[in-house]
């Protein structure tokens, strides 16, 4: 299938690494440009240099908790490629914690990034697209069933949603789509961490595993397929919709 990617241009969020990097391998291997953001101007540099370079990818230091940052990357991939034609916003995930014990300010630094962040950098650019434009914002199965464990993710994943519901409602009329994408166990460093944190990753790993209808935790390019084709125009009639990729986990029609 041709998804028609080629010389598109996207914007990607923490995207240095894990499922960010994975989305932003799987566009450019289709032909289209990315410029990737994330904290750490190391990491950020490399992973554009691995994706081929300034002629397929630009890397910025930026983070979402900056009011700047949403207008910045727009501002790159015009003044880079010359157009934007949509963005994957992903943040790394809050600090673990069951909800009644985290902090307020853990809370608050969580709303800050996590929420308010994500809706800051999706509302920036879809004012910024043209009709037929696409994000993507990543998201957690913990949007529709609470993950023991991870009770900001729990709190705050639904409101995202709900909110990327009503931005789609919004921006639909200009030909603007805007879908949630829900990773569930996927071998990224978050999900290495919490598996370590248990004191036994394997053990932990294999009663993930027993969970998951394919018997296995995914792989970051396996999601990462899945985001490339929700952002391309052959995903043209999606729009206000969440889509788990976590290999049947989730238990709701």
Not at 19 to 38: E, P
Not at 129 to 143: H, Q, R
Not at 152 to 176: E, T
Not at 205 to 222: H, K, M, Q, T, Y
């Amino acid at each position: 299938m041709d998804l028609g990617l080629t010389d598109r241009v996207y914007v990607l969020t923490g995207a240095s690494r894990g499922l960010g990097y994975a989305t932003a391998q799987c566009l450019v291997a289709d032909g289209a440009r990315v410029v990737l953001s994330a904290r750490d101007p190391d990491a950020v540099a490399a992973a554009a240099q691995q994706l081929g370079g300034p002629e397929h990818a630009v890397g910025l230091t930026a983070d979402l908790a900056d009011p700047e940052t949403p207008g910045q990357l727009v501002a790159a991939a015009q003044e880079h490629f010359g157009r934007l034609d949509g963005a994957l916003i992903s943040v790394g995930g809050p600090p673990p914690g069951n909800a009644a014990a985290v902090t307020d300010e853990q809370w608050r630094l969580s709303f800050e990034t996590v929420f308010l962040g994500t809706i800051r950098a999706v509302r920036t650019v879809a004012n910024a697209l043209p009709e037929g434009g696409a994000i993507g914002l990543v998201l957690s199965t913990s949007a529709r069933g609470p993950v023991p464990g991870l009770g900001i993710s729990n709190g705050l994943r639904p409101g995202l949603v709900g909110a990327a519901k009503d931005i789609a409602d919004d921006y639909g009329p200009r030909g603007v789509r805007v879908v949630g994408l829900l990773p569930g166990r996927i071998m990224t460093d978050r999900n290495r961490e919490l598996f370590g944190a248990t004191g036994d990753p394997e053990r932990a790993r294999a009663e993930a595993e027993a969970g998951i209808p394919l018997r296995r935790v995914g792989d970051p390019a396996e999601f990462g397929r899945v985001a490339a084709f929700v952002l391309s125009p052959a995903a043209s009639y999606l729009t206000g919709i969440t889509l788990p990729v976590d290999g049947g986990a989730l238990r709701g029609l």
